[in-house]
């Protein structure tokens, strides 16, 4: 299967500070990459959708403003968590999509912990 | 997407075969049925899918049943790496279309 990579895989940073996770589709291109959160013993819940040179489509209850989406290459979407806050701590993944696949490839992940 | 419904945890025995139900009984026609798995801290690893067919993959089958209103994902083997959570979603294929995750069934292997 395809492979997609995430940077960092763990951050840790101070409260009000902004922190931008990659995510990247190592051997394909990727039309469509998608952010998810994931709390402690819960299920990943989707954050948005973002097309290649789209602007990101963001699921109800969740601040486009708060959580930037870049999906500036075929190969790359950033997701930035601006003015970061302690209920921010969570488990970040990416997904992506390339029009050869049917079924979605997920990254492993970045642990985000706000002090 | 059709919503899905999955018991939220199972024993298996080391060596022998899992069997992990999802029931998803307004399916539509154009909707497949995949299953993912998420060891613990890390990304969602993609199994296998399927629209009506019974697949088979090295990973495990996939039996779909005839009025697709039902599913079951079987590792024929079961190993200790198999411990995770398993996540059955409906939705069309060929698409854009998001994933939405539900509880998933928490698979413990036992030696």
């Known amino acids: 299967g395809a492979v997609v990579s995430q940077h960092p895989s763990r951050v840790i940073c101070k409260s009000g500070t902004s922190v931008k996770i990659e995510c990247r589709s190592l051997d394909f291109q990727a039309t469509t990459m998608f952010w998810y959160r994931q709390f402690p013993k819960q299920s990943l819940m989707l954050m948005a959708t973002?097309?290649?040179?789209?602007?990101?489509?963001?699921e109800q209850g969740v601040e486009k403003d708060k959580f930037l989406i870049n999906h500036a290459s075929l190969t790359l979407s950033t997701l930035t968590v601006t003015s970061a806050h302690p209920e921010d701590s969570s488990f970040y993944i990416c997904?992506?999509?390339?029009?050869?696949?049917?079924?979605?490839?997920f990254g492993p992940g970045t642990r985000l912990t706000v002090l | 997407d059709a919503k899905t419904t999955q018991p939220t945890s199972m024993d298996c025995a080391e060596g022998r075969a899992a069997n992990l139900p999802c029931n998803h009984s307004t399916i539509s026609g154009n909707e497949y049925v995949y299953w993912y798995r998420q060891i613990h801290s890390q990304g969602p690893q993609y199994i296998i899918h399927g629209l009506k067919n019974n697949e088979t993959n090295e990973m495990a089958s996939l039996i779909i049943t005839e009025d697709r209103k039902s599913s079951t994902l079987i590792l024929p083997h079961a190993t200790l790496r198999d411990t995770a959570v398993y996540y059955c979603?409906?939705?069309?294929?060929?698409?854009?279309?998001?994933?939405?995750f539900g509880t998933g069934t928490s698979l413990t292997v036992i030696p």
């Open positions: 997904s992506a999509r390339g029009v050869e696949y049917n079924e979605q490839f």
């Open positions: 973002s097309n290649e040179g789209s602007k990101a489509t963001y």
């Open positions: 979603i409906v939705r069309v294929a060929n698409t854009g279309n998001q994933f939405y």
